[in-house]
């Protein structure tokens, strides 16, 4: 099954979502395409930015993401999301981006993409896809995977049950700690349960814990 990944690498949440995606894809047959969303385009006409006073920053590693992907492909921007996410959400570090390239087997001149806007429109672009599935009252990830006749489904090689045809997306799941092994994979299986109910829009719970979990993902 192909599944899109939208994100945007500055959250932690979404950076959980997808250590268990990769955690599902290897005991569920996923395909996985990388792409980018911006925390800075869903909020940009909000009064009251939820995201707080991050400034021109929240667009930095955006950017570098959308280059990435148009240069190299989406496996590459999957590795350099692999390597980005554990330097901000597991070692605080900030400035990270040449480092996480490196670290991807990736070019450094992407990290010059960061402060400029020759990739904005590519961001603006793909957030728009995900937005598409999904609304704008969400936030990132968003998950979209294929409508009824599409390719594969929980157990089996058929499409999903969806409404409408084509893809269906869904944000989240938000989810700490990780699952991992089989736990990853029914909690895929479950995701693919709901996303195939005709109108299924919202399930949700007060988090129990302040911050994410993300010991033990060394």
């Known amino acids: 099954m192909d599944v899109d990944f939208w994100f945007d690498p ?3 949440y979404t950076y959980l979502t997808s250590r268990w995606l ?4 290897a005991v569920r047959p996923l395909s996985v395409r990388w792409r980018v969303m911006s925390l800075a385009v869903l909020n940009e006409h909000r009064d009251d930015d939820p995201e707080g006073d991050w400034g021109e920053y929240l667009w930095a590693p ?12 989406s496996d590459a921007l999957g590795a350099f999301l692999g390597e980005l996410g554990a330097a901000f959400h597991l070692d605080g570090e900030w400035d990270a981006i040449p480092g996480a390239l490196e670290r991807a087997g990736l070019p450094p001149g992407a990290a010059d993409t960061a402060w400029t806007t020759e990739y904005d429109d590519a961001v603006r672009a793909s957030h728009a896809e995900a937005v598409a599935l999904v609304g704008t009252d969400v936030g990132t990830p968003v998950l979209g995977v294929p409508g009824p ?3 594969g489904g929980p157990g089996e090689s058929g499409g999903l049950s969806g409404p409408g045809g084509g893809r269906i997306g869904l944000f989240g799941p938000v ?3 990780v699952p991992t092994g089989e736990a990853a994979g029914r909690l895929w299986d479950g995701f693919l349960l709901l996303a195939s109910v005709p109108g299924f829009q ?17």
């Open 175 to 177: 989810v700490s700690p």
């Open 22 to 25: 990769r955690e599902a894809a």
């Open 62 to 73: 955006v950017r570098v993401c959308a280059a990435v992907e148009r240069r190299y492909g």
């Open 10 to 12: 500055v959250c932690p």
């Open 202 to 218: 919202e399930i949700k719970r007060t988090r129990t814990e302040s911050a994410p979990r993300l010991d033990g993902l060394r």
């Open 149 to 151: 006749g599409g390719s």
